[in-house]
C-alpha cells in the first residue's frame, strides 16, 4: 500500500504549479484537496470499489481530478473519445457493463442511455490540508480503448504501477524537473497523453493544459513550457507554421507513427531538441527512445523494459506490461509462458542494439513473391507537400497475387492526378518499382477518427466498398 502520487507530491512540494490551463494556476496542495473533495463527493453518489467510471471530454480540470479520485477510491477510469458517436458509447456501456458515466456535454445525455450520471464538481479550498489514503498501486486503476488501425477497440487495462515504471523510465532518458512544463497535447484517451500526468506528478512538474482559442504554434509561442509530445502530423503543421517556436524547448517528444527522414532533418536543421520514441497503449507508453537521428533508430529499452526479437517480430515485458485486456470473462493478458508480449510489430536491431521499425505483421502483403510493408511506401508518400496522410494496402491482382493500392489525404484536392503521377515517380525513385501503388483513392471522408490515428482498417474497407 502507498499513498497517490498525486498527494506525495503535495505533501513534498504543497506549492508547485500542478496545472496551468490558459486563465489560472492550480498548485499541488491545491490539487490534492481538489481531488480528496471530489472523491468523498462521488463515494456519496455510491460507485462502487472495482467499478468503471467513464468520461466524455476534452481535457480539462475537471477530467485530471476525475481520474486522481478514481486512483483514490479503487475505481477504473475510462476516458472515452468526444468524437465516438453516441451509438458508439451506448455500444461500449453494454459491451463493458458501465454503470457510471459524466460529461460536461448535457447534450450527449439526451441519447445515451446509462444507469448513472456522475455529477462532477469541483471545490477549491483556501487552507488545503494534506491528504495520506493509502491505495494498492497493483489493482485495475483505468482503462484505455486501444483500437490502433483496426476498427474494433480493445479495452487495455492497466494498474498505477505501470504508470509509474513508465514515468520513471521516461525521466531517465528525458529529464523533467519541478518549475517545468508539459503540455497536454494528447488526448487523455490515448496512452501519450495519460502518461504526461504521471510524468509531471512524480516530477512535481506543471500540466499545461491545450488553449482550444489558439493553435499549438500560437500557445507555444505565448507559454513556457519546456515539454511538449506530438505525433508526426502535429509537428508537420507546427514547422510548416512557425518552426522557431519549438526552439526553446527543453524536449519534444514524437511518437504514434510513422517518422520520415525529412521531418528528423527539418527538426535538426533548426536545433530543435527532439527525441522518437517507439511505445504502445500495452506498455503504458514508451518502451524505446533516442533523440532524434537519420539513422532512423529509436533508442534501446527504457528501465523496467525488456525487449527482444523473434523472426523479426518484437516482443516485450516488464513492470510497464499492462494487466491485460478487458473481456466478458474478465481480464486477460496474452502473453507466452516466460511473460512476453507479442507486438505484432516487425523490427531490427542495429550493431549498437537500436531498435528500428520496419511495420506490422498484419499489414504485409506478398506481391509477385515479394514481402511488402505498406508502412514503408506511406513514409515515402508523405514526404509529398500535397499529403496530409496516407496509407496503403493490398488489392488482389490474378498475376501478382496483390499489388499495392494507395488511400491519399489531400492538402489541396486541385489536380490530383497530377499528383498521383509525381507520387508514382516518387517511389520508383526511393523503393523498387514493384511498391509503386497502382491505384490511388481520395480519403474516404465518412469515416471519422476517434483518437489520434487514422482507423487503418476502417478506412480501407471503406474503400473496399466502394470499388465493388
Known amino acids: 500500500m502507498m499513498i497517490s502520487p498525486l498527494h506525495q507530491t503535495a505533501l513534498k512540494t504543497p506549492n508547485a504549479i500542478a496545472i496551468e490551463d490558459g486563465h489560472d494556476t492550480y498548485t499541488y496542495a491545491t490539487l490534492s ?49 468526444p ?13 463493458y457493463q458501465i454503470q457510471w458515466l459524466w460529461t460536461d456535454s448535457p447534450s450527449r445525455q439526451i441519447d445515451i442511455k446509462v ?26 486503476s483505468n482503462i484505455i480503448l486501444t483500437s490502433g ?41 490515448h496512452i501519450g497523453g495519460l502518461a504526461i500526468l504521471h510524468r509531471c506528478t512524480l516530477a512535481g512538474a506543471c500540466i499545461a493544459l491545450r488553449n482550444s482559442a489558439m493553435s499549438l504554434a500560437e500557445q507555444l509561442q505565448q507559454s513556457d513550457i519546456t515539454h511538449v ?3 508526426p502530423t502535429q509537428a508537420l503543421q507546427i514547422l510548416a507554421q512557425q518552426p522557431q517556436v519549438l526552439t526553446h524547448v527543453k524536449a519534444l517528444l514524437l511518437g504514434g507513427g510513422m517518422i520520415e527522414p525529412q521531418l528528423i532533418s527539418t527538426l535538426n536543421a533548426h ?8 511505445g504502445m497503449t500495452e506498455m503504458s507508453s514508451q518502451i524505446t527512445t533516442a533523440k532524434a537521428n537519420l539513422a532512423g533508430h529509436h533508442g534501446r529499452p527504457l528501465p523496467a523494459r525488456q525487449l527482444k526479437l523473434v523472426d ?32 505484432q510489430d516487425k523490427g531490427q536491431l542495429n550493431d549498437k542494439g537500436q531498435l528500428m521499425i520496419s511495420g506490422r505483421i498484419d499489414n504485409m502483403f506478398i506481391c509477385g513473391g515479394e514481402n511488402v510493408h505498406p508502412e514503408q511506401i506511406e513514409a515515402v ?56 501503388p497502382r491505384q490511388y483513392f481520395g480519403w474516404p471522408k465518412q469515416v471519422i477518427s476517434s483518437g489520434i490515428k487514422a482507423p487503418r482498417k476502417l478506412i480501407i474497407a471503406a474503400i473496399q466498398q466502394s470499388v465493388v
Not at 473533495?37 to 471530454?57: K, P, W
Not at 455529477?119 to 488545503?128: E, F
Not at 523479426?312 to 516466460?338: A, N, R
Request: proline share 6%; hydrophobic share 45%; charged share 10%.
Open 312 to 343: 523479426g517480430i518484437i516482443w516485450v515485458k516488464g513492470e510497464c506490461l499492462f494487466l491485460g485486456y478487458l473481456t466478458p470473462q474478465g481480464i486477460s493478458l496474452p502473453v507466452d509462458h516466460q511473460g512476453w508480449f507479442c507486438t
Open 381 to 436: 508518400l508523405m514526404t509529398h507537400p500535397n499529403v496530409a496522410q496516407a496509407i496503403v494496402f493490398a488489392m488482389p491482382d490474378p498475376i501478382f497475387g496483390y499489388l499495392p493500392a494507395a488511400i491519399i489525404d489531400y492538402v489541396d484536392e486541385h489536380d490530383t492526378e497530377q499528383v498521383n503521377a509525381q507520387l508514382s515517380e516518387l517511389i520508383e525513385q526511393k523503393l523498387a518499382r514493384f511498391m509503386r
Open 115 to 140: 444507469a448513472h450520471w456522475l455529477n462532477v464538481s469541483l471545490c477549491i479550498q483556501t487552507n488545503p490540508s494534506p491528504t495520506t489514503v493509502k491505495i494498492s498501486p497493483h489493482i485495475a
Open 33 to 81: 484537496a481538489m481531488v480528496s473533495n471530489l472523491t468523498q463527493s462521488l463515494q456519496a453518489q455510491h460507485i462502487g470499489r472495482g467499478d468503471i467510471v467513464a468520461c466524455l471530454s476534452q481535457n480539462n480540470l475537471e477530467m485530471i481530478c476525475l481520474y486522481w479520485a478514481c486512483i483514490d477510491a479503487g475505481w477504473v477510469f475510462l476516458p472515452l473519445s
Open 149 to 189: 488501425s483496426s476498427g474494433t477497440p480493445k479495452a487495455a487495462v492497466h494498474c498505477l504501477l505501470n504508470h509509474m515504471t513508465s514515468a520513471q523510465g521516461s525521466a531517465s532518458y528525458i529529464p523533467l524537473k519541478m518549475n517545468d512544463s508539459w503540455l497536454l497535447s494528447l488526448p487523455l484517451f
Open 271 to 278: 536545433n530543435i531538441k527532439a527525441y522518437t520514441s517507439y
Open 229 to 231: 509530445s506530438l505525433v
Open 83 to 95: 468524437r465516438l458517436s453516441n451509438q458508439q458509447i451506448t455500444q461500449l456501456i453494454d459491451t
